[in-house]
């Protein structure tokens, strides 16, 4: 087995191989000016390889894997396990109007052609349960980064209230506080449009308290900005926020800091500033099951 890895993940996937105790091997690219990549390979390969790419920013990304991944097929691999520790257009599962996409069935198919394993974390399922039923292969893998953040809570904060900013949380919130013996509860969402929510929180009494927010996906932050600002109007000083997946699009993250939240954290399955939660351990534990 190696780990092969695109140049923009190398951190994590090196952990993960030192975690397996494996090599770990980069693909070289290089981008020409009209916006196509060369891509290179290593020479030596092996009969098993893990490929390690997240998958933010996707639709480049997504050409240049598909290339890599036939090319490995083409040179006799016999088992190719794909490593996204953020899997893209997992929201995209319906079709709201005519002619729209169902992305997330499209992506999965396409997967499903090229690896034998595909190994996430918390991806966004909302209207299905089990991975496989967007990308159909025996091993479609979902770990979840619940545990690590319970661990992580225990040792950085003292007794915090977990909050999920909606409904959709709950399965975070739960587990991260029954593994703690934490108190939690869940605010209301209501979407107004892609940029806009309204939050409303549970009743309970937060004054004083030291409230985590805890989501899978930080990308334009307003359902965290408006559980914020919800938890300041209520009298909480001390909040924080841990997510999942820290893609945090445009100025939201410092958006969030001028409302005056204290800490951000995530795990790494996006590379960020706010990486706090290394998911290694976990992605080891689950490629030497398989």
């Not at 695109?6 to 030192?18: G, I, R």
């Not at 661990?151 to 915090?160: K, Q």
Request: glycine share 6%; charged share 20%; with cysteine.
């Amino acid at each position: 087995m190696i780990v092969l890895a695109f140049p923009d993940s190398f951190l994590q996937a090196n952990q993960l191989s030192e975690q397996l105790s494996v090599p770990c091997r980069v693909i070289l690219l290089h981008s020409f000016p009209d916006g196509e990549s060369k891509i290179t390979l290593p020479v030596e390969l092996d009969d098993h390889v893990v490929l390690f790419r997240t998958l933010n920013h996707p639709n480049e990304k997504l050409v240049e894997l598909f290339l890599v991944a036939h090319e490995l097929k083409a040179r006799s691999v016999k088992r190719l396990t794909l490593v996204a520790p953020y899997l893209c257009y997992m929201r995209q599962d319906k079709a709201f109007t005519p002619g729209e996409l169902v992305s997330q069935k499209l992506l999965g198919g396409m997967l499903s052609e090229l690896f034998n394993d595909l190994i996430t974390v918390d991806p966004h399922l909302h209207r299905i349960k089990q991975l496989n039923e967007a990308v159909p292969i025996e091993n479609a893998i979902a770990l979840t980064a619940t545990g690590l953040f319970g661990d992580y809570l225990l040792n950085v904060s003292n007794n915090p209230f977990i909050l999920g900013p909606d409904e959709e949380s709950l399965q975070w919130v739960e587990e991260i506080a029954i593994r703690g013996g934490l108190d939690y509860g869940v605010a209301r969402k209501k979407r107004m449009g892609d940029k806009e929510v309204s939050i409303q929180l549970p009743d309970v009494s937060l004054s004083g308290r030291h409230v985590v927010i805890v989501d899978d996906v930080a990308s334009t932050a307003k359902t965290l900005m408006g559980a914020v600002e919800r938890l300041k109007e209520v009298g909480v000083d001390e909040i924080s926020v841990l997510v999942s997946h820290a893609l945090f699009v445009g100025n939201s993250e410092q958006a969030l800091r001028d409302l005056g939240v204290n800490k951000i954290a995530s795990s790494d399955s996006v590379p960020h500033s706010t990486n706090s939660v290394q998911l290694a351990p976990t992605i080891a534990e689950a490629i030497g099951k398989l």
